[in-house]
């Protein structure tokens, strides 16, 4: 009996690598060269973007050794520990009580995903804005009704963090909330049913079915909301500068600052390929995540 060999590529494989061929192809220009061209860029000593000297790790070290830069790693990681605290648990009660509303469900939907509509950079200025400290800001206009004195807000170190991130919550916890909702959507009905019979009350209905049945899912969108706090730049930059005295000022912001605002190309570079290192890390364990998930 003659057994066929299997054919390497089939026609439907080379289908289906002209169809992805463009996207490889503007993945590779726009993600890949960068890439590839900042680790060089990092080695090099430079004028702009003229190479001049090969100087090794000299770069990296010179990151290291810049006062900034423990400002910026500690402060990076003070922002994602504020965002689990408050990030991370806001569109999960919102999720929760939304779900368990019975009336206008639609209309609190629309109402959570409107913030996430808003461009961020509009975002940002309006709550500026609403921070100013003085009597202009929104914030002590309201609180001066009931009496209270004008605070600096943003201008106080204690608090710049947790407002930034209380800026980005009120942004993007909608989206989140509705993924979250989904979930919830697709838990069998009878689980519900077996519990109100047993006479479960809401909160039991809520810790023993909706959050079990959520928590994998949590695990996954955790390791994302630690990734994307990782890279925050624009709300620091806009909303402070990375003041007062770098008590907001991110890796990336300090990615920026070397890049635009001292030309220092190189030292950028090298701060790039270090952040890129850490997020293929956190990627990593974001892909080992969702593979346990997919198992179960």
């Known amino acids: 009996m003659e057994i066929k060999k299997k054919k390497f590529f089939r026609k439907k ?56 830069f423990m400002a910026a790693f500690q402060n990076t990681f003070k922002y994602i520990f504020v965002s689990l605290i408050i990030g991370f648990l806001v569109p999960i009660v919102m999720a929760i009580l939304i779900s368990e509303t019975v009336h206008f469900k639609g209309l609190f939907r629309i109402g959570v995903y409107f913030p996430n509509m808003i461009p961020g950079m509009a975002t940002v200025i309006i709550w500026t804005y609403f921070f100013s400290p003085g009597a202009v800001g929104v914030l002590n206009i309201i609180l001066s009704k009931f009496g209270v004195d004008p605070m600096v807000w943003l201008n106080n170190s204690a608090w710049t963090i947790p407002l930034i991130i209380i800026t980005m919550t009120w942004k993007g916890a909608g989206a989140t909330a509705l993924i979250y909702m989904a979930a919830i959507s697709g838990i069998s009905p009878d689980l519900y049913e077996a519990a109100t019979i047993d006479g479960a009350g809401i909160w039991k209905r809520i810790r023993y079915i909706s959050i079990p049945n959520i928590f994998s899912l949590g695990k996954t969108l955790l390791i994302l909301q630690v990734i994307s706090v990782f890279q925050i730049l624009y709300e620091p930059l806009v909303m402070t500068g990375g003041g007062p005295n770098n008590a907001s000022i991110s890796i990336m912001q300090l990615v920026y600052n070397y890049a635009f605002r001292d030309f220092h190309f190189s030292e950028a570079a090298a701060l790039s390929v270090m952040v890129c290192m850490i997020l293929v890390v956190l990627s990593g364990l974001y892909m080992y995540m969702t593979k346990e998930k997919q198992d179960d």
């Open 13 to 68: 494989d080379i289908i289906g690598w002209l169809i992805m061929l463009p996207a490889i192809i503007l993945f590779a220009f726009y993600v890949w060269e960068p890439l590839l061209n900042s680790v060089r860029l990092s080695l090099y000593e430079t004028k702009g973007f003229d190479l001049v000297k090969f100087v090794g790790l000299d770069n990296y070290r010179a990151v290291l050794r810049n006062p900034n």
